[in-house]
């Protein structure tokens, strides 16, 4: 299977650099996975396509303010240093640019002393292995210090950081949003459990992974990258109980997707709390196993997103509505537009 097959071609602006001033304006195009027929409407209203008894399965994780602006103590050399993963006892690893001043031993100080760093380990692309050193609680020091780390496709500056948190962001240690949620505001989501719809709540730290491009010719042969996950007891019960139910489960996102299909494939199609580590690669020829429906971006061409989502709705399917968004100015990628596939 070639990657260019999921290939098309985006006009570079309709990449949305910055979010909608409300939430639920982002438009909605409605996928039916089985006849590949498109609707056209508002994202406010996705009520319309939700019944009672379904479950909507949101991602809970919180972004990092997880880029940091430093200077090497020896030189004074600026540095930016992005944080991708916890380690033990306050280390990071993290990726580094200029990583050609950063080697093992170097010593970088910011907020003039206010947190210190010094590199442990360092690895091939730029990866660094960082012990950090603070007064207090890390994460406060973090959001002191730190910015967001948009998505390197965003060239603007985001005004509001939390406009790059879902509404319901709770869990930190995301490098990244899982931007389906953030089309959510309190109210609609009032709305949807009035209507007898349940919510559900997951949780995948998103990392950079998400944005790196498939650099093989074959699918088969990408590596896909790893994210930690956890299911809590009563979210697993909850979508048990909705599946014995009749109940349709629809993700909101490919985190909280690949998070139920890792779970469900690990137990013959039922639902388990815990937590661990997945690196599930889902494309074309994949049998679902745990959910009904998605409510997702508009994804790169090529990327392993667009591929999870042709597994869904299949690659022809989801090429002519990739094409018709193109054609009908639909915004792309983090801030822009939703597609509800059912």
């Known amino acids: 299977m070639k990657v260019e097959l999921f290939d098309f071609d985006l006009p570079e602006e309709l990449i949305a650099q910055v979010p909608l001033k409300n939430r639920t304006d982002s438009r909605l195009m409605v996928l039916n996975k089985n006849t590949g027929d498109l609707k056209h409407t508002i994202f406010k209203d996705i009520k319309e396509y939700l019944q009672a008894g379904d479950c909507l399965v949101l991602n809970d994780t919180r972004v990092l303010p997880a880029r940091l602006f430093g ?6 050399a600026k540095i930016e240093i992005l944080l991708l ?29 206010l947190l210190k760093a010094v590199c442990t380990e360092t690895s091939e692309h730029g990866g660094r292995t960082f012990q950090f050193h603070f007064e207090g609680i890390f ?3 973090l959001d002191q210090l730190g910015e967001m780390p948009l998505p390197p496709y965003i060239k603007e500056q985001l005004d509001d950081r939390e406009r790059y948190q879902t509404v319901f962001a709770r869990e930190p240690g995301s490098a990244a949003a899982p931007t389906a949620g953030l089309h959510f505001t309190d109210s609609l989501m009032d709305e949807i459990r009035g209507m007898g719809v349940h919510i559900a709540f997951i949780t995948l ?10 650099s093989v010719e074959d699918v088969l042969e990408h590596d896909m990258h790893s994210e930690f996950y956890t299911v809590t007891k009563d979210t697993a019960d909850l979508l048990n109980a909705v599946r014995s139910n009749g109940g349709r489960i629809i993700t909101v996102g490919t985190t909280s997707t690949r998070t139920l299909e890792t779970i469900a494939s690990a137990n013959n199609g039922q639902f388990t709390d815990g937590s661990g580590w997945t690196n599930i690669f889902i494309y074309p020829g994949y049998e679902f196993k745990a959910i009904d429906g998605m409510i997702t971006n ?12 042709s597994a869904l709705a299949g690659r022809e399917n989801v090429l002519h509505a990739y094409n018709t968004a193109v054609s ?3 915004r792309f990628f983090s801030f822009g537009d939703a597609m509800l596939i059912i």
């Open 71 to 76: 200077v090497k103590k020896d030189t004074g």
């Open 85 to 113: 993963k916890q380690l033990e006892n306050d280390k990071w690893e993290t990726l580094v640019k200029p990583a050609k001043r950063v080697k093992e031993g170097t010593e970088i100080d910011f907020g003039e002393g």
């Open 139 to 141: 994460y406060e020091v």
């Open 205 to 214: 730290h998103v990392g950079l992974g998400t944005f790196r491009p498939v």
């Open 298 to 309: 508009f994804h790169l061409p090529k990327s392993t997103l667009i591929m999870l989502v």
């Open 328 to 330: 009908e100015r639909y």
